[in-house]
C-alpha cells in the first residue's frame, strides 16, 4: 500500500513558476515507479511526466517537454514536479501517480495508487 500527498499548487500568472510535491508513505519507494498526470475541467486525466522503471530516463508530454522537470528525493520518499513558463492551458488538477503496472506508462489505467491532487490555475 502507498498514500500519495500533493502539493504545491496554487494561482500563478502565465510564465510563472511551480514546484508541486508528492510525499509518499511507503519506505520502499524508491523502487515504486511514479508519475505525474493531470485532469482539466471537462476533460480526461492525461500524463504529464515519469521516470523509466530503471529511474535513468524520464518522459514527458510533448506539451510539457522543456517546461517540465520531474525529479525525485529518494532520503524524502518525494517526487518532484518543476514546472516553469506555465501557460494557462496548464491549468489543471495535478496528481501524483504510483506503481505502474505492466501497461503503458503514459496511461492513467497503469498505476495502482493515485494522491488527491492538487489545484494549478495559471491566469493569463
Do not use: H
Not at 518522459?59 to 501557460?87: E, H, P
Amino acid at each position: 500500500q502507498v498514500q500519495l500527498v500533493e502539493s504545491g499548487g496554487g494561482l500563478v500568472q502565465a510564465g510563472d513558476s511551480l514546484r508541486l510535491s508528492c510525499a509518499a508513505s511507503r519506505r520502499t519507494f524508491s523502487s515504486v515507479t511514479t508519475a505525474w498526470f493531470r485532469q482539466a475541467p471537462g476533460k480526461e486525466r492525461e500524463f504529464v511526466a515519469t521516470f523509466s522503471r530503471s529511474g535513468g530516463n524520464t518522459y514527458y508530454a510533448d506539451s510539457v517537454k522543456g517546461r517540465f522537470t520531474i525529479s525525485r528525493d529518494n532520503a524524502k520518499n518525494t517526487v518532484y514536479l518543476q514546472m516553469n513558463s506555465l501557460k494557462p492551458e496548464d491549468t489543471a488538477v495535478y496528481y501524483c501517480a504510483a506503481e505502474r503496472t505492466t501497461g503503458l506508462y503514459y496511461q492513467a489505467s497503469s498505476y495502482n495508487y493515485w494522491g488527491q491532487g492538487t489545484q494549478v490555475t495559471v491566469s493569463s
